[in-house]
């Protein structure tokens, strides 16, 4: 697997190539267009493209090894019946960074079973709390949301009557944006995040609180233990390809 629960970093040790280090995160960047579960593991490790060590190095060289076991694995998508359906899953982390305690945010967006959008980032600047960085995460996300939707829109699908769902599994960050006067302790929060009331009052993204055993984004912003791990790569739609007949072993 690319990443667990143990994964950490550290920036002491001996300093490794950085050019090496660099082609190499490069590398691994392009992955990221088809395998969403590599997201948080490779934005950790480009980090320190600049000053990289062995340790960074190491860590470089397990995620090879979990794509190489991997290699036929693939997003797989299925067919629906009825009208097209976005669903987004939206997550954060708190302080996890031991270096500058910013937090990590990260979003998936769901078509037919599979994912079609993602992200994993780190935060420019540091939440005061668990419920402000869940609500910056969620304007980072309805951004997109909107994205979607005015693509969708232009293929003449409309993906959801009522808006684009979100799930999120932070209740108080939900009730920050139903009723704006929640709490007073948010006052400082960057305006830039709170475009997210207009739009949810305008329908055009609906927001519901998931159990965080089901968010599927919980891997975008932390190492995860094996079985979590496995279990939410699987629920965004990566399988291995040539059990379901997709492709032939000479072609992967």
């Known amino acids: 697997m690319a990443v667990d629960a143990q994964f950490t970093l550290a920036e ?3 300093e490794f190539k950085a050019l090496t280090y ?3 995160v490069g590398s691994l960047m392009h992955l990221l267009h088809t395998r969403p579960e590599l997201a948080f593991a490779v934005g950790k490790v480009s980090q320190f493209s600049s000053k990289p060590r062995t340790n960074h190095w190491t860590a470089i060289i397990r995620i090879l090894r979990y794509i190489d076991s991997t290699i036929a694995y693939g997003i797989e998508y299925r067919g629906e019946s009825g009208p097209v359906k976005v669903v987004e899953y939206s997550d954060s982390d708190f302080a996890r960074d031991q270096v500058d305690r910013k937090s990590t945010m990260g979003y998936v967006f769901l078509l037919g079973g599979g994912a079609i959008a993602w992200s994993s980032r780190k935060f420019k600047s540091v939440a005061t709390s668990t419920t ?9 996300a309805t951004k997109h949301a909107i994205w979607t939707q005015r693509l969708l829109a232009d293929v003449r699908q409309d993906p959801n009557e009522k808006g684009i769902l979100v799930y999120c599994d932070n209740d108080s960050s939900l009730r920050l944006v139903r009723n704006p006067g929640y709490h007073s302790r948010t006052k400082h929060i960057d305006v830039q995040y709170h475009f997210i009331r ?6 055009t993204v609906k927001f519901e609180f998931c159990p965080t055993a089901d968010m599927l984004a919980d891997g975008m912003t932390k190492p995860l233990p094996k079985p979590a791990f496995q279990d939410k790569r699987t629920r965004i739609g990566l399988t291995n390809v040539q059990r379901i007949g997709i492709v032939t072993e000479e072609e992967c």
């Open 132 to 140: 402000e960085a869940e609500y910056m995460a969620l304007g980072n």
């Open 22 to 24: 660099q082609e190499a």
């Open 12 to 14: 002491e040790g001996n």
């Open 198 to 203: 207009d739009e949810f009052e305008k329908g």
